[in-house]
């Protein structure tokens, strides 16, 4: 699962916990360890939206 994480300090770049890289407040990660770390911690962790796909029935 990725995940947006929002920075507390607005506009943050640089490198956080788990090399997680931070631009202009906002990085992307699957670590789980690093989402739990940045959830505990106050960071905002938003979900990105699973992609959908549609199946076609056999006729």
Known sequence: ??????A???GYSGESVCGV???NGVATTD???ALRYFES???EVEDK?????ST????
């Open 8 to 10: 507390p300090v607005e």
């Open 49 to 53: 939206p699973k992609r959908r796909t």
């Open 56 to 59: 076609k029935s056999a006729s």
């Open 41 to 43: 911690a106050g960071y």
């Open 31 to 33: 670590d789980p360890a």
């Open 21 to 23: 890289v931070f631009t």
């Open 1 to 6: 699962m990725m995940a947006t994480v929002k």
